[in-house]
T-cell receptor
Framework: DADVTQTPRNRITKTGKRIMLECSQT?????MYWYRQDPGLGLRLIYY???????NKGEISDGYSVSRQAQAKFSLSLESAIPNQTALYFC???????????FGPGTRLTVL | AQSVTQLGSHVSVSEGALVLLRCNYS??????LFWYVQYPNQGLQLLLK??????LVKGINGFEAEFKKSETSFHLTKPSAHMSDAAEYFC???????????????FGQGTILTVHP
């Protein structure tokens, strides 16, 4: 079984719709992250959470919100999706004792 | 704040040739450095990491990287490319322990490696 799972894996939606991407982990890590990947731009951090009560904005948080429902679950929401939010989204986890992050398989989101 | 620059968005080599992917970083404190690989339609997988121990780091699949503080570089190499090495490679930096920024990764733009027969 995968240590970091993301649902859905693919999603096509329309402008203005609310979308939620979910991430779950069985690694027992305290820290979780959401990134988006765009061609030629690498991965950019959207939000991160160092524990259940800690939520922090990353470099591109506008238009996104998150919820850390439990240590193992971290959801990303797009309140009103727009076409330039079309991208590949990754969830990642890490333990506070190391900087190494472990990535989920990604969610490909298309906003029409 | 830390930053990473990967020189060359695309690198093409012949099978059996040397692979060299370049990464330069900027950090005001001693960094942790990483190389990740992304195969088509997959997530990122850790290739290797530098965490202030040996400056020459060996990773999976025959890859290695050398941390050079004087050059602020962490280039990735493999002596002999294989067709299965074709993927996108990302260099990433994280600041060391201390402060709320510990654990955040900053990624380079990525380098797509193509291997020709």
């Amino acid at each position: 079984d995968a240590d970091v799972t993301q649902t859905p894996r693919n999603r096509i939606t329309k402008t203005g719709k609310r979308i939620m991407l979910e991430c779950s982990q069985t690694k027992g890590h305290d820290r979780m992250y959401w990134y988006r990947q765009d061609p030629g731009l690498g991965l950019r951090l959207i939000y991160y959470s160092f524990d259940v009560k800690d939520i922090n904005k990353g470099e591109i948080s506008d238009g996104y919100s998150v919820s850390r429902q439990a240590q193992a679950k971290f959801s990303l929401s797009l309140e009103s999706a727009i076409p330039n939010q079309t991208a590949l989204y990754f969830c990642a986890t890490s333990d506070h004792r190391t900087a190494e992050q472990f990535f989920g398989p990604g969610t490909r989101l298309t906003v029409l | 704040a830390q930053s990473v620059t990967q020189l060359g968005s695309h690198v093409s080599v012949s099978e059996g040739a040397l692979v060299l992917l370049r990464c330069n970083y900027s950090s005001s404190v001693p960094p942790y450095l990483f190389w990740y690989v992304q195969y088509p339609n997959q997530g990122l997988q850790l290739l290797l990491k530098y965490t202030s121990a040996a400056t020459l780091v060996k990773g999976i699949n025959g890859f290695e990287a050398e941390f050079k503080k004087s050059e602020t570089s962490f280039h990735l190499t493999k002596p002999s490319a294989h067709m299965s090495d074709a993927a996108e490679y990302f260099c990433a930096v994280s600041v060391g322990a201390g402060g709320t920024s510990y654990g955040k990764l900053t990624f380079g733009q990525g380098t797509i490696l193509t291997v020709h027969p």
